[in-house]
Every structure is written in structure tokens, then in C-alpha cells.
């Protein structure tokens, strides 16, 4: 379910939270790139059972964070983005995906 959030910081456009897609403008709504890589956050939650999901990505971000010292590099090599962005633009993507892809990309 889309849902128009205008008060999301100003460096996201969108976010999934498990079941909504946050989006910062009504018009990003017809952006099927943008849709299909949160689409792939939202299987991604689902297959760790939402919490873990966001435990993970925290603690990831901040091994990152200290290994990079870069927001934008940390953000980029969280596992789960590194799937979502290679992966944003094969709209057939989430049919073909197996179980726990994820491990993948770790």
C-alpha cells in the first residue's frame, strides 16, 4: 500500500515499512524503478519477519558507517540495498527471486 508522507527527511524519497511504501510526492508513484526496489524491502522484511529485518539494517548501516566513514557509501553496501539496486530495474525480479536471496548479497 502507497502512502504520501511529505515529513520523510529530506535525503529519502521513499521507504518500505512493512506493509506500507512511504513516498515523499504523490508523483513518485508512477516511478516503477523506485516501486520495484521497495517492493523488494518489502519481500526482503516478510522473509526475516519484519523486526529482524530492521535490526539487521541498523546494525549493518553502523558496521558500515565505521568501515566506510560515509553515510552514502555505508547506505549503498547495506546487504539489502545492494540487492534492491542491482536488482530495481528487472521488473520480473520478485517472481524469479528465491528464498532468502538476500544471503547473496551478505
Request: charged share 20%; glycine share 0%; hydrophobic share 45%.
Amino acid at each position: 500500500m502507497l502512502l504520501v508522507i511529505k515529513w520523510l527527511p529530506r535525503s529519502v524519497s521513499a521507504m518500505a515499512l512493512y506493509p506500507f511504501v512511504l513516498l515523499k510526492y504523490r508523483d513518485l508513484s508512477t516511478n516503477s524503478v523506485l516501486l520495484n526496489h521497495e517492493k523488494i524491502h518489502l519481500r526482503q522484511q516478510i522473509e526475516l519477519l519484519v523486526l529482524p529485518f530492521y535490526i539487521w539494517y541498523f546494525l549493518e548501516y553502523i558496521v558500515r558507517l565505521l568501515q566506510y566513514r560515509n553515510h552514502q557509501q555505508a547506505y549503498l553496501n547495506i546487504c539489502f540495498e545492494r540487492e534492491a539496486y542491482t536488482n530495481e530495474k528487472d521488473f520480473n525480479y520478485l517472481k524469479k527471486r528465491t528464498w532468502l536471496m538476500i544471503l547473496k548479497y551478505v
